[in-house]
C-alpha cells in the first residue's frame, strides 16, 4: 500500500506531499504551459497536505507549531500563485527553487517542513510522557494495570 492510499498521514507523508507539490510547481516553471490556474495555486485547501490541515491534521490544533503550519501553508501558497504568474507573463522563474535563494516562496516552504518537524517533535514527546505516566501508574498499582 502506497502512502497515497492511507487513510492517515503521518507527519512524513505530509513533508512528501510538500515535496511532491514543490516538484510539480517546478515543473510548471520549467514549461509553464499555463496548466496551472493562479486562482487554484493560491487556494491553500487544495493540495494534500493543505486537506490534511483542514482534516485529520486538526487534532494537532491546539499546539503552537500548527498555527504555525497553517500560516506559513498560506504564505507559501499565495507565494506560489506569485511565482506561476509571473511564468504566465515569460519571466524565468527557475531561480525561485535554488538553494538557499531566500526567495519568500522558499521561506515559506522551509517554515513548512520545520512547522512540521517540530509538530512531529512534540507529538513524539507527548506520546512519551503518555507511556512513562502509564508505567509510572502500573507500578504504583503493583503492576497491574
Known amino acids: 500500500m502506497g502512502w497515497w492510499t492511507k487513510t492517515s498521514m503521518s507527519f512524513e507523508d505530509a513533508v512528501h506531499c510538500h515535496s511532491e507539490w514543490k516538484r510539480k510547481l517546478h515543473n510548471y516553471v520549467m514549461n ?8 487554484e495555486v493560491a487556494e491553500n485547501d487544495r493540495c494534500k497536505l493543505g486537506k490534511w490541515i483542514r482534516g485529520e491534521g486538526r487534532r494537532y490544533a491546539g499546539h503552537p ?20 504568474r509571473r511564468a504566465d507573463c515569460g519571466e524565468d522563474m527557475r531561480s525561485e527553487f535554488a538553494l538557499g535563494v531566500g526567495s519568500e516562496f522558499s521561506l515559506a516552504s522551509s517554515s513548512v517542513v520545520l512547522a ?26 503493583g503492576g497491574v494495570e
Open 32 to 39: 509553464p504551459d499555463h496548466s496551472l490556474k493562479i486562482s
Open 65 to 84: 507549531e500548527f498555527a504555525k503550519l497553517a500560516a506559513e501553508h498560506t504564505r507559501l501558497h499565495k507565494a506560489a500563485a506569485e511565482i506561476v
Open 116 to 141: 512540521l518537524m517540530d509538530m512531529k517533535r512534540r507529538h513524539a514527546q507527548q506520546e512519551q510522557s503518555k507511556h512513562e505516566l502509564r508505567e509510572a501508574r502500573s507500578q504504583a498499582a
